[in-house]
């Protein structure tokens, strides 16, 4: 049963348009039961949000496999991802490039994720209980930012830690709604964006909590 669930959620991405080889098959290889709650494991390949203890939710495979599809990491490079949340993306993203530091707010989220990821050997991603708007200097600069939350401002912090030539991708929200962004830092430090269709993300929280 597992297996047909698995083979009908990488039908259905391709399906909505998800044609990128790597993605789909580091999907495939990253069970998202592994990093929700037992009772919700059954649902793990379904292609719909899961609920997070304490709230938040685990974002749907189609559009992580929409964000990681604008955001194109590859195998040298290292990637900051704002919004921890399961952990989840953080795996599938350690199969697609050299390293990726995940941030959260909420500490019991990050022990919960570390640990997962720790006794499932995703040795490529590590996570700290941050402010993810302020992004990580000890790090800096990334070839890729990925901010899992939906945003109504710049972040300047995010921004200025991108290298030259590096990219973010972001829910973007104004008045029309929300749409997913890329932002690219050009060879003479300017910044472009290009919006890549709409959206659904809970709005990005400042400071920490619990």
């Given at each position: 049963?597992?297996?047909?669930?698995?083979?009908?959620?990488?039908?259905?991405?391709r399906?909505?348009?998800?044609?990128?080889?790597?993605?789909?098959?580091?999907?495939?290889?990253?069970?998202?039961?592994?990093?929700?709650?037992?009772?919700?494991?059954?649902?793990?390949?379904?292609?719909?949000?899961?609920p997070?203890?304490?709230?938040?939710?685990?974002?749907?495979?189609?559009?992580?496999?929409?964000m990681l599809?604008?955001?194109?990491?590859?195998?040298?490079?290292?990637?900051?991802?704002?919004?921890?949340?399961?952990?989840?993306?953080?795996?599938?993203?350690?199969?697609?490039?050299?390293?990726v530091?995940?941030?959260?707010?909420?500490?019991?989220?990050?022990?919960?994720?570390?640990?997962?990821?720790?006794?499932?050997?995703?040795?490529?991603?590590?996570?700290?209980?941050?402010?993810?708007?302020?992004?990580?200097?000890?790090?800096?600069?990334?070839?890729?930012?990925?901010?899992?939350?939906?945003?109504?401002?710049?972040?300047?912090a995010?921004?200025?830690?991108?290298?030259?030539?590096?990219?973010m991708?972001?829910?973007?929200?104004d008045?029309?709604?929300?749409?997913?962004?890329?932002?690219?830092?050009?060879?003479?430090?300017?910044?472009?964006?290009?919006?890549?269709?709409?959206?659904?993300?809970?709005?990005?929280?400042?400071?920490?909590?619990?």
């Amino acid at each position: 049963m597992s297996d047909d669930a698995r083979m009908r959620l990488i039908l259905e991405l391709r399906q909505k348009g998800v044609t990128d080889g790597r993605i789909l098959a580091a999907i495939e290889r990253t069970p998202r039961a592994d990093f929700v709650e037992q009772p919700l494991a059954s649902q793990g390949w379904a292609d719909t949000p899961l609920p997070l203890p304490g709230g938040g939710e685990v974002t749907a495979p189609s559009d992580v496999a929409r964000m990681l599809a604008a955001l194109a990491p590859g195998g040298e490079d290292v990637v900051l991802e704002i919004g921890l949340g399961s952990g989840w993306q953080s795996a599938v993203l350690s199969r697609l490039c050299a390293r990726v530091i995940s941030l959260e707010r909420r500490a019991s989220l990050v022990a919960a994720a570390r640990e997962k990821l720790r006794t499932r050997a995703y040795g490529l991603a590590d996570a700290y209980c941050a402010d993810g708007t302020l992004g990580w200097p000890d790090s800096a600069p990334y070839t890729h930012v990925i901010v899992n939350a939906a945003v109504r401002e710049e972040y300047p912090a995010l921004l200025n830690q991108l290298k030259t030539g590096g990219v973010m991708v972001a829910p973007v929200e104004d008045e029309r709604g929300q749409r997913i962004v890329l932002v690219k830092r050009g060879l003479d430090g300017a910044f472009s964006a290009r919006s890549f269709g709409a959206a659904r993300f809970a709005p990005i929280e400042k400071g920490l909590a619990d």
